[in-house]
Structures are given as C-alpha cells and as structure tokens.
C-alpha cells in the first residue's frame, strides 16, 4: 500500500507554512519532512505530531492508496484463508 501526502501539502499551502516551519512547528526531523516529499512511509508519531501541530486528523494529512494487487483481497486479514 502506498501514501500520499498530497492533502498536507495543500494543507500548508493554505495555512501558508513552509515545510521548514512545519518541521519547527511539529517538532519532527528533516528526514521525515523529505521521505514525505517521496511519499515515502513515515512513523505514526510523525503524523500525530502534524496533526497535532496544524489541528487537525491524521486522515486530513495522509491518503493510504491500495496497490493493484491489494483491490481484489478487500476485508480479508493477510494469512487468513477467505
């Protein structure tokens, strides 16, 4: 499953903050602020950090997309028979 920070993005676009003042603001590394610019996948304590710092959900922030593969196997717990 892929991410995409995408929402946050125009979230801060609005908010009219830089991603250094949201690295300040949230109190996160520089790291996590470029693997997001990758949308790379980042620890649930980074994005409860900027969540908490902009005021807002997790799921405001973050989009989970499903890979190809993933479509067919909704509601089904990976090693469980169907």
Same mark, same amino acid.
């Given at each position: 499953?892929a991410?995409?920070?995408?929402? =946050?993005w125009h @979230?801060m $676009?609005?908010m009219? @903050?830089t991603k250094s003042? $949201?690295?300040?603001? #949230?109190?996160?590394s520089?790291?996590a602020m470029?693997?997001? &610019?990758?949308d790379?996948? %980042?620890? &649930?304590d %980074? =994005? &409860?950090k900027?969540?908490? #710092? =902009?005021g807002? !959900? %997790?799921?405001?922030?973050v989009? =989970?997309?499903p890979? #190809? ?5 909704e509601g089904? %717990? !990976?090693? !469980? !028979? #169907?």
């Open positions: 499953m991410v995409s920070y995408r929402k =946050l @979230l $676009l609005d009219k @903050l003042g $949201l690295e300040k603001k #949230a109190g996160i520089h790291h470029l693997k997001m &610019t990758k790379q996948d %980042v620890s &649930t %980074v =994005l &409860t900027i969540s908490g #710092a =902009l807002c !959900e %997790v799921s405001d922030i989009d =989970l997309i890979d #190809a593969s993933d479509k067919g196997d089904s %717990v !990976e090693g !469980e !028979e #169907a």
